[in-house]
């Protein structure tokens, strides 16, 4: 079992940048897949990125890729999500999640763990 607990939210303006950070608790971090998704006012919870527990497997969604960066810190129990030329788009509460498995998926309801979200909101 593993609680996370999401930071680094806040405004920004089209074309900055923000750095999200996950703290990761619990035993054996590294055997899970941390992932990031994202869900707008209205909208169904989004998949952005994420990572298996070794990186040796990234997923990134296709309306993020070649901005986003996921990254890991195992050592320190960290996840990291760096987001660049943000857009209006990107708006949206940010929620930390985690999966038991090897295995990286993109699909919501495979993630058993989440956190509480952080917010971001991106002006035009």
């Known amino acids: 079992q593993v609680h996370l607990v999401e930071s680094g939210g806040g405004l920004a303006q089209t074309g900055e940048s923000l750095r999200l950070s996950c703290v990761v608790s619990?035993?054996?971090?590294?055997?899970?897949?941390i992932g990031w998704f994202r869900q707008a006012p209205g909208s169904e919870r989004e998949f952005v990125a994420a990572?298996?527990?070794?990186?040796?497997?990234?997923f990134y969604g296709d309306s993020v890729k070649g901005r986003f960066t996921i990254s890991r810190d195992n050592a320190q129990n960290r996840v990291f999500l760096q987001m660049n030329n943000l857009k209006p788009e990107d708006t949206g509460v940010y929620y930390c999640?985690?999966?038991?498995?090897?295995?990286?998926?993109?699909?919501?309801?495979?993630?058993?763990?989440w956190g509480q979200g952080t917010q971001v909101t991106v002006s035009a």
């Open positions: 999640a985690a999966r038991q498995s090897r295995t990286v998926t993109l699909t919501t309801d495979l993630y058993g763990y």
């Open positions: 990572r298996s527990g070794n990186g040796d497997s990234t």
């Open positions: 619990g035993r054996a971090v590294e055997k899970y897949v």
